[in-house]
């Protein structure tokens, strides 16, 4: 089973990515994916998250309104449209999967992860 996440880069502030998490070993079709991210010298803090039927979602009050995270289980695979990027939004972000009810927003309720990709945001 593994998550390997993509689409991390240097960018300028204000620019835009997308972030892709494509799952493998089994389906994670029923799976909840998150997105959490670390930058240096700080915590893994929680970003974005999607239920397994993509019908609901969750944001951290810092990128509400400017990521979007989606997901296409057809192709076991989640995004993270991140746009108006900022200096703050540097950091490595990692994707998750969860298969239980804990709280989206804990990394701790995440079963298994990818390996990071790094986002660099200029000013």
């Known amino acids: 089973v593994q998550l390997q996440a993509s689409g991390g880069g240097l960018v300028q502030g204000g620019g835009s990515l997308r972030l892709s998490c494509a799952a493998s070993?089994?389906?994670?079709?029923?799976?909840?994916m998150g997105w959490f991210r670390q930058a240096p010298g700080k915590e893994r803090e929680f970003v974005a998250a999607?239920?397994?039927?993509?019908?609901?979602?969750y944001y951290s009050d810092s990128v509400k309104g400017r990521f979007t995270i989606s997901r296409d289980n057809a192709k076991n695979t989640v995004y993270l449209q991140m746009n108006s990027l900022k200096p703050e939004d540097t950091a490595v972000y990692y994707c998750?999967?969860?298969?239980?009810?804990?709280?989206?927003?804990?990394?701790?309720?995440?079963?298994?992860w990818g390996q990071g990709t790094q986002v660099t945001v200029s000013s």
């Open positions: 999607i239920s397994w039927s993509g019908g609901t979602t």
């Open positions: 070993g089994r389906t994670f079709s029923g799976d909840a």
């Open positions: 998750g999967a969860k298969r239980n009810s804990g709280n989206y927003y804990y990394q701790v309720y995440y079963n298994y």
